[in-house]
């Protein structure tokens, strides 16, 4: 009866209570360390670092004590600066913690090269449509005597001509040279380091 009697004194209850503020306090000073020493409360809006070089970038990062890493290199974009940033993640706006790493795709230092696919007697129709999706601009349009009106008989950039495979940089502007349909061919093979061509008509 004396267990049951002092659960139910006074002196019980007041230590109860002062226990239970005791939890409270220590709890409530615990979670506040805790948002100090992991940063909770230092928000950082992550600066837009488009177009900027990679020293712009340090200096604007570190000045806000951010660090950054760089993932890869995009397709070449004519509207940003060579080796600029052209995207960035966590995007411009966004808050972060202090120390946090922004990750950056860069502009590359132009065009990748294109492999030039084998059009040689295919027709016109089918060749702008295969050099455009490449990247190609299509220039000049030539022809030559052959039995095939609009076949593709060669294909030629700044006056050269392209053989299957040769490789370009993208947005190279092609020329096409492709048959008349005259009913004649051409025999032979035009020589640029030669003063002479052989060249045969044959009228069908």
């Known amino acids: ?40 409360d230092q928000r950082i809006a992550v600066p837009d670092l488009a177009k900027q070089s990679l020293d712009e970038v340090e200096d604007k990062l570190a000045a806000q004590n951010l660090r950054f890493e760089i993932m890869d290199s995009a397709n070449f974009n004519p509207d940003f600066p060579r080796y600029s940033v052209i995207e960035q993640v966590p995007e411009a706006g966004q808050f972060v913690k202090e120390n946090r790493k922004i990750y950056l795709t860069l502009n590359p230092s132009g065009y990748r090269k294109v492999m030039i696919p084998d059009l040689i007697r295919k027709t016109r129709r089918q060749a702008e449509p295969t050099l455009r999706s490449l990247g190609f601009e299509i220039g000049d349009v030539s022809y030559k005597p052959d039995i095939a009106e609009d076949a593709v008989l060669e294909l030629r950039h700044k006056g050269k001509k392209l053989e299957p495979g040769d490789e370009l940089m993208k947005t190279s502007t092609i020329d096409l040279v492709l048959g008349d349909g005259s009913g004649r061919y051409r025999i032979g093979e035009d020589r640029q380091d030669s003063t002479t061509t052989a060249e045969e008509e044959i009228e069908f």
């Open 1 to 40: 009866m004396g267990f049951f009697k002092f659960i139910f004194s006074k002196t019980f209850l007041i230590q109860l209570i002062i226990a239970a503020i005791l939890v409270i306090v220590i709890a409530f000073l615990a979670l506040k360390w805790l948002d100090y020493s992991t940063n909770q």
